[in-house]
């Protein structure tokens, strides 16, 4: 039996190749006609069903070529995974996560928490062109110290206690 089942394997071209079934087969591999339909939907078996759980490039190309093969079947499994859109969704992020939003401490004295900002480039008025804006959480009292704009960078926090 195993022997009849031999002969009817046609060899053809060269080892590589022969058919079995209706289908031929490269070194025992299912040879997908040129059938763009087709090559893609094999691709997606491979990769979209929820047992294969969108595979990576690599591991999907691997699972297809070890049954398939066409000529640049690595090629497609690429573009297809690259276009792919619920891998593109679910790409992994090389950043760290955003940590949860921490609110600031609510402040229960005044000028135990206090903000403050610029507003520079203002039109020089005595010698002054910037506005330190220093606002106390709790009572939300402002102070505003005129100051150069040249100082802003090096501004001490001895000039806040001063007020
Ligand atoms: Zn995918």
Redesign the pocket.
């Known amino acids: 039996m195993e022997k009849m089942k031999q002969a009817e394997v046609k060899m053809l071209r060269d080892e590589e190749w022969r058919e079995e079934d209706g289908l031929m087969l490269k070194e025992g591999k299912v040879y997908v006609p040129k059938d763009e339909a087709l090559r893609v939907e094999i691709i997606r078996l491979y ?2 069903t929820p047992m294969e759980g ?1 595979g990576k490039q690599w591991k999907t190309a691997e699972i297809v070529t070890r049954n398939f093969w066409w000529p640049g079947v690595t090629r497609e499994v690429k573009r297809y ?1 690259e276009g ?1 859109d ?2 593109q969704r679910n790409k992994n992020h090389t950043q760290q996560p955003a940590g949860k939003l921490m609110p600031n401490s609510i402040p229960d004295k005044a000028w135990t928490h206090i903000l403050a900002d610029f507003i520079p480039k203002l039109p020089l008025a005595q010698e002054y062109d910037s506005i330190l804006v220093v606002v106390d959480q709790f009572t939300k009292m402002a102070y505003f110290v005129c100051q150069k704009c040249q100082l802003q960078a090096r501004i001490k926090p001895t000039a806040l206690y001063q007020r």
Do not use: P
Request: aromatic share 0%.
């Open positions: 990769h979209d969108h995974v792919c619920t891998c």
